[in-house]
């Protein structure tokens, strides 16, 4: 009881079907497109990153009718954009990624909800990479369903998916013609699992009680410094982070500023350096991991993560000055190997 109110304080909702499920923030997208989708069912998914792709892909496998929206490498979605979709799909859910850690692009959801609800359409929102790093309303943005993951800004292990569905998305789920094809992520049965429904628990499977405990005092740590405040600390860490890449003469992936998610920074590879070279040595000297590309920027760019307990300005400064050093280490040994 005491992890579901601190979820549905971190959501800025109140949902009854809220809990979180025994797997990683992959687990949340899954439990998302097997629960309301139906073979036939039709979904839009907004693809400018890999967890598009990915989603697209699950949606597929449940027999959805998968219609797409994408953006070039590094942009974001209009309302525009996604009502003229919507028109023209007429889709029963619309799946949107808030924080797409493959190009480090934020996707602003106010305004969202309300085009979907105007077209009788669910909104489902990936926070995965987002969550606690900027600002997240899903009542006041009417989003349906949203989910997280443990292992980012929350600070806990990896392994918990926090997972939220409203009501219109709990009626979708109870008004299915078909069972959920998966039971492990069947919410008619988890949602009295967590006693979201006023029902005597049922058993399920068995949870990590050492991820709960972890969940938990990530979410109390948070809860003591102040949501808003750790939303700020992000957003001045990434700030910090940009003048300093830019005084390194580098370049960002996300050209616009407003669509750049601060918990992931993406910065183009200079042509004159190889970005394994970089990342290489940052980890052989210094234990620092600064990752390359996932998905359609592989070998494009660098990645560097400010989330939860990393996102402090010694940990800033610590990754430009090693960055500094790694790339002139690579400009100098252009041919050598590690």
Known sequence: MILKKAYNMFFKLKNELTLAISTSGHGGMEAVM???????????????????????????????????????????FSLQEIEDALIKHQPSLLFVVQGESSTGVYQPIEGIGRICHKYNCL?????????????FYADRWEV???????????????????ISFNKKAQQRIFSRKTPVKVFYWDMTILGDYWA??????????TISSTL????????ALIAE??????????????????????DLGLEFLVEKESARLPTVNTIKVPT????????????KYYFLEISGGLGPTVNKVFRIGLMGYNATNDKVDFALKILKEALEYARENKSSKL
């Open 34 to 76: 097997c629960n309301l989708l139906e073979p036939g069912d039709k979904v839009l998914i907004t693809v400018n990153g890999i967890w598009g792709e990915r989603a697209s892909l699950m949606a597929s496998r449940y027999g959805a009718q998968v219609c797409r929206i994408e953006a070039p490498l590094g942009s974001n």
């Open 144 to 162: 349906d369903v949203v989910y997280s993951g443990s292992q980012k800004v929350l600070g806990a292990p990896p392994g918990l998916a926090p």
């Open 272 to 283: 004159d350096v190889d970005w394994k070279t970089v990342t290489s040595y940052a980890m």
């Open 123 to 135: 909104l489902a929102v990936d926070t995965v990479a987002s969550l606690g790093g900027v600002p």
């Open 196 to 205: 979201c429904f006023g029902n005597p628990r049922v058993y399920h499977h």
């Open 225 to 246: 410094e102040g949501l808003e405040n750790v939303i700020n600390r992000h957003r001045m860490c990434a700030l910090r982070l940009h003048n300093g890449l830019r």
């Open 212 to 219: 709960l405990y972890g969940l938990r005092e990530g979410l």
